[in-house]
C-alpha cells in the first residue's frame, strides 16, 4: 500500500522560531492533511488541502499541497510552547477511496523550549 | 461535549480474553472509522462504518477482530483471544459525510495485553 515518508522524525527548537516539516509519497494524493496530536489525546485537524499548489493558512500554521501532488509541507511561525506534539501528515491516495480511509505518515515529534 | 466519546480509555486484559471498545460518535455524524496506533508509530485504518453497515474492513485482520455500528448505541470494536501484539492505542473517528478525509477523532481507548 501507500506510504508516507515524514520527516523530520523529531525537532528541538527554542520558542520563537519557525518549524518547517514535509511529507513525501512515491505515488499522487487527492487530499492532503495535517493533524496534530497531544500526548494520550486523539488526532486534531489542523489544515486540510484539496488541490495541487494550495497554500492554505490556519493562524501561525500554513501548509500547501505540492503541484506534484506527491508532497506536502507545514510551517508553524513563530513557535509557543504549546505547540509541542506529535504532528501527522495525512492524505487520501489517488485512485483510492473518497472516505475518510487515510494514510497516516509516521509523525514529527516537535519539542519547544521556553 | 459533543465530541466523538472512547471507552473505556484503558483497558487491561489477559491473553486469550475478549477486548470490546466503545465509540459513539459526534452528533449528526453517521460516518465511523477504527484506526489503530502501534507506539511511536502513525495511525492505520482498520474498518469503515455506516448505520448498520460494514462499508471498507481492508485494514481489520482477518481473525479475532470485528466491528459494528447497530442502528442504537454506539459502534464497537471486538476483538477475541487478545494477544501481546494487539496491545495499541485505537482510535474512533466520526465525519458528517462519505466523501472528505476530515476526520474527528475520540481521544482513543489504550488496550494492554499482558
Known amino acids: 500500500g501507500q506510504q508516507l515518508n515524514q520527516s523530520p522524525q523529531s525537532m528541538f527548537i527554542q520558542e520563537g522560531e519557525d518549524v518547517s516539516m514535509n511529507c513525501t509519497s512515491s505515488?499522487?494524493?487527492?487530499?492532503w492533511l495535517w493533524y496534530k496530536q497531544d500526548p494520550g489525546e486523539g488526532p486534531v485537524l489542523l489544515i486540510a488541502?484539496?488541490?495541487?499548489?494550495e497554500l492554505t493558512s490556519n493562524g501561525r500554521l500554513t501548509a500547501q499541497f505540492g503541484i506534484t501532488r506527491k508532497d506536502s509541507f507545514l510551517n508553524i511561525s513563530a513557535s509557543i510552547p504549546s505547540d509541542v506534539g506529535i504532528y501527522f501528515c495525512?492524505?487520501?491516495?489517488?485512485?483510492?477511496?473518497?472516505?475518510?480511509?487515510?494514510?497516516f505518515g509516521q509523525g514529527t515529534i516537535l519539542t519547544v523550549h521556553p | 461535549n459533543a465530541g466523538v466519546m472512547q471507552n473505556p480509555r484503558h483497558l487491561v486484559r489477559r491473553r486469550g480474553q475478549e477486548a470490546r471498545l466503545r465509540c459513539s460518535p459526534m452528533k449528526g455524524h453517521s460516518h465511523v472509522y477504527w484506526y489503530r496506533q502501534l507506539p511511536e508509530e502513525g495511525l492505520k485504518f482498520m474498518v469503515y462504518?455506516?448505520?448498520?453497515?460494514?462499508?471498507?474492513e481492508s485494514g481489520m485482520p482477518k481473525e479475532r477482530f470485528s466491528a459494528e455500528f447497530p442502528k442504537e448505541g454506539p459502534s464497537i470494536l471486538r476483538i477475541q483471544q487478545v494477544v501481546r501484539g494487539d496491545s495499541a492505542a485505537y482510535f474512533c473517528?466520526?465525519?458528517?459525510?462519505?466523501?472528505?478525509?476530515?476526520?474527528?477523532f475520540g481521544e482513543g481507548s489504550r488496550l494492554t495485553v499482558l
Open positions: 505515488s499522487i494524493f487527492n487530499t
Open positions: 473517528a466520526s465525519s458528517p459525510g462519505a466523501g472528505t478525509g476530515e476526520l474527528f
Open positions: 462504518l455506516q448505520k448498520e453497515n460494514i462499508i471498507d
Open positions: 495525512a492524505g487520501q491516495p489517488a485512485g483510492g477511496t473518497s472516505y475518510g480511509k487515510l494514510t
Open positions: 488541502l484539496y488541490k495541487a499548489g
